[in-house]
C-alpha cells in the first residue's frame, strides 16, 4: 500500500532563517506531487505541483522553492523566512484519473 | 477556470440527525471530477467521497452520500446517522481530466462541521 510521510511535524524558526521541508512517498512510482499551506481554520492554498522529476510549477509568487530531486522526493524550502510563511503545510501526491489526491500529516511551522 | 464554493462557514447537527453540505462550482469542462474531503482537528485530511461527472448514479460511502445535481453544477455531501467523529472541516474539491490533465484539485473555502451530543 501507498504512505506518505513529511517531516518535520512541528518546527519553529527565527524570521530570516532557512526552511526545509521533505515529503515522502512510498508504494507508488511517478506520482504527481504538490505543496499546500493553510492558515487556521482556512482553505488549502496550492504552492507548487510536480508531474515529474525535476518538473516544479509554481502556483503563487511567494518567498518558497520546491523542488523534486527524486521520483518519490519533494522537498519545500525557503532562503530567508518571513512572518507570513507561518501555516500548516501539506503534501500530497496522486495519480492521473481519477485525480484523487492523498495528504501526509502535515506540517506545523512557526515562524517567530 | 474552475471555481468551487462552499457557502456554509460553519454548521452543527445532534449525533444521530442528518445534515448537508452545499457545494457549487463552475467549469467549462465536459468531464471533471468531484470529492469531498474531511479534515478532523489532527488536521489530517482524508477522502470521503468521489463522484465522476459522467456518472449519473450519485455515490455513496457507508453513511456519506452525495447528490450530484450536473446541470445545476451542484454536489452536495449528506451525512447520515452523524457521529461525533464526523466533527471536522469538510472540503468539497473539482477536478479536470483530458489532455490538460495535470491532477490539481481545485478546493472551496471549507465548512466546519460540529456534531453535537
Known amino acids: 500500500s501507498q504512505t506518505i510521510h513529511q517531516w518535520p511535524a512541528t518546527l519553529v524558526q527565527p524570521v530570516g532563517s532557512p526552511l526545509s521541508l521533505e515529503c515522502t512517498v512510498e508504494?507508488?512510482?511517478?506520482?504527481?506531487l504538490y505543496w499546500y499551506r493553510q492558515a487556521a481554520g482556512r482553505g488549502l492554498q496550492l504552492l507548487f505541483y510536480?508531474?515529474?522529476?525535476?518538473?516544479i510549477s509554481s502556483e503563487v509568487p511567494q518567498n518558497l522553492s520546491a523542488s523534486r530531486p527524486q521520483d518519490r522526493q519533494f522537498i519545500l524550502s525557503s532562503k530567508k523566512l518571513l512572518l507570513s510563511d507561518s501555516g500548516f503545510y501539506l503534501c500530497?501526491?496522486?495519480?492521473?484519473?481519477?485525480?484523487?489526491?492523498?495528504f501526509g500529516p502535515g506540517t506545523r511551522l512557526t515562524v517567530l | 477556470a474552475q471555481t468551487v464554493t462552499q457557502s456554509q462557514p460553519e454548521m452543527s447537527v445532534q449525533e444521530a440527525e442528518t445534515v448537508t453540505l452545499s457545494c457549487t462550482y463552475d467549469?467549462?469542462?465536459?468531464?471533471?471530477?468531484l470529492f469531498w474531503y474531511k479534515q478532523p482537528p489532527s488536521r489530517q485530511m482524508i477522502l470521503v467521497i468521489r463522484?465522476?461527472?459522467?456518472?449519473?448514479q450519485n455515490a455513496t460511502e457507508n453513511r456519506f452520500s452525495v447528490n450530484f445535481q450536473k446541470a445545476a453544477k451542484s454536489f452536495s455531501l449528506k451525512i447520515s446517522d452523524s457521529q461525533l467523529g464526523d466533527t471536522a472541516m469538510y472540503f468539497c474539491?473539482?477536478?479536470?481530466?483530458?489532455?490538460?490533465?495535470?491532477?490539481?484539485?481545485?478546493f472551496g473555502q471549507g465548512t466546519t462541521l460540529q456534531v453535537k451530543p
Open positions: 510536480s508531474v515529474g522529476i525535476g518538473q
Open positions: 508504494g507508488t512510482s511517478n506520482p504527481n
Open positions: 463522484q465522476e461527472a459522467y456518472k449519473q
Open positions: 500530497a501526491w496522486s495519480v492521473l484519473a481519477p485525480n484523487e489526491q492523498f
Open positions: 474539491a473539482s477536478s479536470r481530466v483530458g489532455s490538460s490533465n495535470t491532477g490539481k484539485l481545485i
Open positions: 467549469t467549462s469542462e465536459s468531464n471533471y471530477y
